[in-house]
């Protein structure tokens, strides 16, 4: 067994992105001790939570997700309740487009965003969108929903606010240490199985994002991972940088 893995913790969280990260910080903060996470790579955020567009959007066809997203976007920009943990907001604004069957969903997802405390969005038909950002000329779209709170994150700073929190607050974080299985007594969770060897512990978070079935050793997990693609590109003469 490596020795800074420990045989027991009251919570073991499996994966070191930002779900298990944030977990890790909120548990903490909560007074839960004893809280162990366990990242399989080598490196924190290796996967998805490195390797995305860095957006902080409120506004989602769910509304619960809205809601949700709202009250994150709040945290993230809330440097006073991370002492020491600054992030970087860049408040570029942004703008949804929407046609068809999708429209119904976004504006009550905007009416639910309005009652979630001073957010400010606006509806724009088809001609004034095209107004705000000329290369939306050719696209094929009825209007749009402007949000001028929403932004890009340092992603980088906000991954280990949460991480340093959660290690200040007395979590352990191993990286390099992968949970091969969940261990269970019945329908009673026991503990977890690492490369390194057994952690006994009466409640896992599986953290584990596009490995999260493969985790939890359950059949029927409802999980599905899914592709996500970015382009990234030199300066382009043509984008103004003011557009959202």
Known sequence: MRSDLPPTADITIIGGGFAGASTAAALVRANCKNVLLLEAEPQFGMHATGLNAAMARHLDQDPTITRMAAAGIASIR????????????????????????????????????????????????????????????????????????????????????????????????????????????????????????????????????AWANRVSGLPDLPMKPFRRHLMVTPPLPWVDPRWP
């Open 78 to 209: 809330d440097d006073e309740a991370w002492p020491g943990h600054p992030v970087d907001f860049g408040n570029s604004g942004s703008l949804l487009l929407f046609s068809g069957a999708g429209q119904e969903a976004l504006l009550a997802a905007a009416d639910a965003l309005a009652t979630t405390g001073p957010i400010r969005f606006r509806g724009l038909d088809r001609a004034a969108a095209v107004a705000r950002v000329s290369v939306l000329q050719d696209a094929d779209f009825a209007g749009a929903i402007e949000t001028p709170g929403d932004g890009v994150v340092d992603i980088h700073a906000l991954l280990w606010r949460y991480l340093n929190s959660a290690r200040e607050g007395g979590a352990r974080l191993l990286p390099g240490c992968p949970v091969r299985e969940i261990l269970r007594q019945g329908d009673r969770v026991t503990g977890v199985r690492t490369d390194m060897g057994d952690v006994s512990c009466p409640v896992v978070v599986n953290a584990a994002g």
